[in-house]
């Protein structure tokens, strides 16, 4: 495998499921196993050890769900693409690609995998590798995630962090140059959630321009898929901490999973069920569907009891 090669084939990951929801689960795989290729060098690995810390992964990154399953490192255990990983049973038969994805028959036949002998060899260049970790993050998730994500799935990948924020991909669909200052236009240079407004000479400073649908995820650079908001509140509005209605007058929302003991940790509660701010433009006011799929894919919802 050529490096050309290995970068078309993880362009190819599918982003999103047949009902359009996210589908970051082989990315945060993969991800995981670079992280053990930089520590261990080698992505070998039992079921058994892999299940629990990318299980992990895909709670914090992945969409949200009513009940989080143990299975869920099995799907992409059983599910990656065999050009890339080859999973096997005890005794070294392959596992295909219509095995159970449940983790109680890969633990029944003590299921162990590793990346392809060419894939490895090519992570074994750093610039190599770093340009892997930055194209996942890149076609799979939105930005403001990137440290929590290098960070979650292992610190081998933190120190790779520089290079691969220098890197430009080919592959990369481009942005548009304009959304940051069309955004932050359309809403008065201030947070649409707490209406921080700061400039330093003239000059925003600490305010971003969010997608709602996240641009990795083919949502558009349109003025009604973008909010400002401050750095603290769009951090914790692409990690679902925080949530927006989409009903006739949409309100800020709180995920029921946010826990907080500082004054100003807990300031973040007294953010539920306020109104959105209106932008100065009307026709940036949030699109319902883009709304609809923050809510579905992104917002951390209360777990479903069980």
């Given at each position: 495998?050529e ?6 084939r ?10 359009g ?10 991800l ?18 892999l ?18 399953s ?5 799907t ?7 050009h890339l ?46 340009e ?47 959304f ?5 236009d ?20 600490g305010?971003?321009?969010a ?7 083919r ?7 973008g ?41 973040v ?5 306020a ?20 809510d579905?894919e ?9």
């Amino acid at each position: 495998m050529e490096r050309e090669e290995l970068f078309r084939r993880l362009t190819k990951l599918r982003r999103a499921n047949n009902d359009g929801g996210r589908a970051p689960h082989k990315p945060l795989m993969l991800l995981w196993l670079i992280n053990r290729f930089v520590e261990h060098g080698t992505t070998e690995v039992t079921y058994e050890e892999l299940e629990q810390p990318v299980g992990t992964l895909i709670d914090k990154f992945g969409p949200p769900v009513s009940r989080p399953s143990r299975d869920r490192a099995a799907t992409p255990f059983v599910r990656l693409e065999r050009h890339l990983w080859a999973p096997s049973a005890e005794g070294a038969e392959t596992i295909p690609t219509h095995f159970p994805d449940r983790g109680s028959r890969l633990r029944a036949v003590g299921a162990r995998g590793r990346l392809r002998p060419a894939v490895e060899r090519l992570l074994a260049d750093p610039v190599t590798l770093a340009e892997v970790v930055e194209s996942l993050i890149d076609h799979h998730f939105t930005p403001a995630l990137r440290e929590s994500l290098l960070e979650a799935a292992g610190p081998g990948l933190t120190d790779f962090e520089t290079i691969a924020a220098r890197l430009v991909l080919t592959t990369r669909r481009p942005r548009d140059p304009a959304f940051p200052r069309l955004v932050l236009d359309a809403w008065g240079r201030a947070c649409a959630m707490c209406g921080y407004d700061g400039r330093l000479a003239g000059m925003s400073v600490g305010l971003e321009a969010a997608h709602i649908h996240w641009h990795s995820q083919r949502g558009p650079d349109r003025k009604d898929n973008g909010l400002a908001l401050c750095v603290l509140h769009h951090r914790l509005f692409d990690h679902g901490v925080l949530g927006l209605t989409t009903g006739a007058e949409t309100r800020l929302r709180v995920s029921p999973s946010y826990e907080a003991e500082t004054p100003a940790g807990r300031a973040v509660l007294e953010l539920d069920g306020a109104p959105l701010r209106r932008p100065a433009d009307p026709k940036a006011w949030p699109a319902v569907e883009y709304l609809a799929w923050h809510d579905r894919e992104v917002f951390r919802h209360a777990p479903t009891a069980v």
